[in-house]
C-alpha cells in the first residue's frame, strides 16, 4: 500500500501518525497526537484532534469534527458535517477539558449526514445512524436509528441492508443483497456463523 497523501491545503501537525494508504483532503487539520490507520480518508474540512483513534479503511466525509476522546474503529463511515461532542455541560467561562466523556464508535458503524452524537456513548458494530438523528444514548449492534432523539426503527446488515426482523422478540433474516443470515434474541441480533 502506497504512504499516506497529504493535499498540500491540509496540514498535518509533526507528532501524527498516518497509516498507508491514508489521503488527507483540502483544508483537513490533523493534530500531533493523533493515530489513524491504514486506507482512511479525511474529506475536506476535516479537524482530528490530539487524544483520537482512527481504525482502519475508516471514511471521514467533508466538515466532520473528530474532538477529543473519541475512539473510530475499523470501517466506519461519517457522513458529511456529522457531529461529535466531548464535554456533556460545556460553558464558555467553565474550562471542562479534564471532564471529557469517551465516544467509542465500534466497527462498520455508519454515522449519517448531519447527524450527532453526543458523548459517553457508544454506536455499537454496524449500527446506522439515520441522517440528522441526535444519539444520547448507547446504540445496540446492527440497530437502525433515526430521529430526534434518536429510535431504533429496524435492523441492519454488515452490508448496510435493511433486514426484516422485528425490534423486539425472536426472528432470523438474509441480507437481500449477500445471503448472509442474522438471529434476533432477546433483542440481540447478531450473524449465523
Not at 483540502?26 to 493523533?34: K, L, M, N, Q
Request: proline share 5%; glycine share 12%; aromatic share 6%.
Amino acid at each position: 500500500m502506497p504512504a499516506a497523501t497529504i493535499h498540500p491545503s491540509a496540514i498535518v501537525d509533526d507528532g501524527a501518525v498516518l497509516g498507508e494508504g491514508t489521503r488527507v483532503w483540502h483544508f483537513a487539520h490533523v493534530c500531533a497526537g493523533a493515530r489513524i490507520g491504514d486506507g482512511c480518508s479525511l474529506g475536506q474540512g476535516v479537524y482530528v484532534g490530539n487524544h483520537v483513534r482512527i481504525g482502519h479503511r475508516v471514511k471521514i466525509q467533508n466538515n466532520v469534527s473528530v474532538y477529543d476522546a473519541v475512539t473510530l474503529e475499523d470501517d466506519v463511515f461519517c457522513g458529511p458535517s456529522m457531529v461529535f461532542t466531548n464535554v456533556f455541560n460545556p460553558r464558555s467561562a467553565v474550562v471542562r477539558k479534564n471532564e471529557y466523556r469517551h465516544t467509542l464508535v465500534r466497527q462498520g458503524a455508519t454515522l449519517g449526514a448531519n447527524c450527532t452524537i453526543v458523548c459517553g456513548t457508544t454506536v455499537h458494530p454496524y449500527a446506522f445512524v439515520g441522517a440528522g438523528a441526535v444519539v444520547s444514548r448507547d446504540v445496540p449492534a446492527f440497530a437502525l436509528v433515526v430521529g430526534v432523539p434518536a429510535k431504533q426503527i429496524g435492523w441492519m446488515s454488515r452490508h448496510g441492508e435493511r433486514l426484516d426482523l422485528p425490534l423486539t422478540g425472536d426472528g432470523e433474516a438474509t441480507c437481500p443483497a449477500t445471503g448472509e443470515r442474522y438471529r434476533l434474541r432477546d433483542g440481540v441480533c447478531e450473524v449465523i456463523e
